[in-house]
């Protein structure tokens, strides 16, 4: 089992939709990050969070520490929305232990 | 306020050749990891420079091998170039590796 599970793995959506995407991990973590990834690209940092919940623009990123478990959430979805969104924790320092990821589709 | 800056952003090697890759992390960062990510693939960890020295390193052979400036900033060498490590190398900065690069494309051909 993964140490850090996304779900789902693909998914696509309509222009203007509510989307979800989940992570569980089962590693002790001081911070979880939510990171972004467009076809071909680097890596950008969406949120760092360590409890509770935090929003920028049409994002929102919770995190439920006792139950291991966070989401990221997409309101009023776009196009230009379409990417890989990945999970990773980390307990410090120490090397970040990556999700899988989940390739978002959004069709205008 | 600069982010954590990587150069080159593309390069293409032949096999057997070396190449240096760079990365400047973010202000008042002093910690930079290294990561590779072949195609398809979720980020692999490389090594972790702190204090000039490597503090950890990941499941990776000797040809990879680093770096680290008193100004922080901090370079990842390949030697012996394979096919196989063609890849994105993606540069995170701490505290908590919140910030990263936008990675350098190795090609190798």
């Known amino acids: 089992k993964n140490e850090v599970e996304q779900s789902p793995q693909n998914l696509t959506a309509q222009e203007g939709e509510f989307i979800t995407i989940n992570c569980s991990y089962s590693v002790g973590i001081s911070a979880l990050h939510w990171l972004q990834q467009h076809p071909g690209g680097g890596i950008v940092s969406l949120f760092m969070?360590?409890?509770g919940k935090k929003k920028h623009g049409r994002l929102i990123a919770t995190i439920n520490i006792q139950e291991k478990h966070s989401s990221l959430h997409i309101t009023a979805s776009h196009p230009r929305d379409s990417a890989v969104y990945i999970c990773a924790v980390g307990p410090g320092n120490t090397p970040l232990v990556f999700g899988k990821g989940t390739r978002l589709s959004v069709i205008a | 306020d600069a982010g954590v800056t990587q150069s080159p952003t593309h390069l293409i090697k032949t096999r057997g050749q070396q190449v240096t890759l760079r990365c400047s992390p973010k202000s008042g960062h002093d910690t930079v990891s290294w990561y590779q990510q072949a195609l398809g693939q979720g980020p692999q960890f490389i090594f972790q420079y702190y204090e000039e020295e490597e503090r950890q390193r990941g499941n990776f052979p000797d040809r990879f091998s680093g770096h680290q400036f008193p100004n922080y900033s901090s370079e990842l060498n390949v030697n012996a170039l394979l096919l196989g490590d063609s890849a994105l190398y993606l540069c995170?900065?701490?505290?908590?590796?919140?910030?990263f690069g936008q990675g350098t494309r190795l090609t190798v051909v």
């Open positions: 995170a900065s701490s505290p908590r590796q919140g910030s």
């Open positions: 969070l360590s409890s």
